[in-house]
């Protein structure tokens, strides 16, 4: 009858099948096994079987505690050339506030010596054939054993030291950003609509795919990086992303010209474009070798630490990455910030390392978002003390969550930057706000304004609301100032990504809520809303928020298609100004034309200004008068510029 097989001879196979050899016996005289096998033996007497004392040798630590001098400079040799290839090829930082250093010190270098003092130490204390039995040195590679682990312990006393429950902390948390209180009516100017980003990033992808689409020698070597920097330029809010090399083969045929182009897309206007360039990108993101930009940049300064990179370009429209250099203030890894700025020219890859004071205005991320966020959420936390923090929470406040598991900030354009924007709700996290923040993506600047109302989410719940019916989803508000009420502004989008309608929510009372196919008719119905509802009089809402008051005679007018929409063009008598009718919302301005004198509102836009309502009565029609203002003659349209 075979003997059944115990726990410990499972194991002890599972060790011999894994390379390993070991000695073992019932007890401290037991025998050495032979012929290279293990051999665990069981004392019978009582029926009772004891465990074997088992010491386990590798083959490979074995073997090389019997390498000879040069055996160990060959491999010291080819650890320094793998070392040397890993940190090409993963670039850490050479920084000891860096974590992906610590992981590459511990991994690549610690490790690797630990094991080799710890080889020799078995090798002098036992002996080998090549190595004398040799007690003092065995002590001496013991020793210095320690050292990794010593190096490893650091580390970790840094990490603790970082924490905010460490004395001392919490205060200088609270005070990494600092955060002014201003009056929201004051210091938020009105809603310029030439100004307002109607899509989000998800739609300005959708835009940039399909403008990607029209160019068919771009779309088989190239894709659309999925960056989508939000940024000013030139007094409008845009989204821009490089194009990259769509695989290394695509790579390998276009390195030498560079990536040619980038896309735009103008949030407001949802005009899309694929700017060709002069000189073409050759640092980018898409770049595998020594042209990719974080490699190329972190190798080029490799003392510093960067956050996550920006693409940007300036007002010429020339390209950039902007790269962030970190600094830790607290301990070793607490107390994020960002202390200068490296600017990489894209197709040169010439660089310019500056501090946050000199970077220059046309820049526009140099604090990214999620740090900005996090930093307030610390200044809300531990305001007054860690312990306050987690017990009484006592004045803790944060900023709102998002939805689907991102975090809820928004950007608004102001003083020509970008700011992010989010709500400021308690520690509970409620369904309202106490207020909320704008931070300065170029400066950090930090402006919290109190105001009580809906949170982001409820608004969007709300919006959703107005058109169940039609099962829309609502993106992510940003903050308006309407007729001086704190607005929530979204746009509403179908199952397929576009945008179908737009909605504003007062956020203090939230219950007044308009919902448009336009962003003017949407404007039109909230203030009438606000009129109705005793928030404004009739005299704030009958001038809609932001907007002046055009009239004249018509001199020229032309008629374009725009992004699939018609657009009509004119110009008054005595104003250089161009003014744009869009149709279906201005569908009123068809029985116009030159000669006829036309009464409006309109919103300040460059190139054109965008007219909002048409306020004069239609004109009556005469016989023998042209069908349209299309069958004007060509010099008007020429005239317009369209």
Known sequence: MAQEKTGINALLDALKQAGAEFDGGSGPSASAGTGGEGRARASSSGGSQEPPEIKVNFPFGEQMAQWGRRALIIAAVALVLVVAGCYWWFHPPINIHSADTWYFVIIFILIPIFFFLMTRYQAYQKGTAKVTRNEGKAKAYRGLSYIPVAIVLVGILGWIASMPIFPGNAERYAHVLQTDRLDFAEDIKEVNYSEVPIIDRNSAALLGNRAMGMIPEYVSQFEISPLYSQINYKQNPVRVSPLGYAD????????????PAYVLVN???????????????????????????????QLKYPFYMFDSKSFEIDDEGHPWWICPVKQFTIGLFGGLTISRVVLCDAATGECTDIPIEECPQWVDRVYPAELVIQQYNWSGAYMSGWLNSWLGQQGVVQTTPGTSGQLGYNYIAKDDDVWVYSGVTSATADNSIVGFVLVNQRTAQSHFYAVAGATEESAMYSAEGQVQHLRYRATFPILLNINNQPTYFMALKDDAGLVKMYAMLDIKRYQNVAVADTVSGTQKAYTQLLVTNGVLTEEEGTLQAGSAEASGTIVHMATAV????????????????????????????????????????????????????????????????PASPGSKDDDQKNNIGT
């Open 562 to 625: 725009v992004e699939g929409n018609s657009h009509f063009y004119l110009r008054l008598a005595g104003d250089t100004n161009i003014y744009d009718f869009a149709l279906p919302a201005l569908l009123d301005i068809v029985a116009y034309g030159v000669g006829d004198h036309i009464e409006f509102t309109y919103f300040e836009s460059d190139p054109t200004f965008i007219a909002v309502e048409i306020t004069s009565e239609a004109p009556v029609a005469v016989a023998g008068a």
């Open 267 to 297: 949030m407001t206007t949802q005009d899309t474009s694929i700017v060709k360039l002069d000189e073409g990108i050759k640092y980018s993101q898409s770049e595998p070798l020594g042209r990719n930009i974080d490699r190329y940049v």
């Open 248 to 259: 290394i083969f695509k790579w390998w045929a276009n390195r030498q010209a560079g990536i």
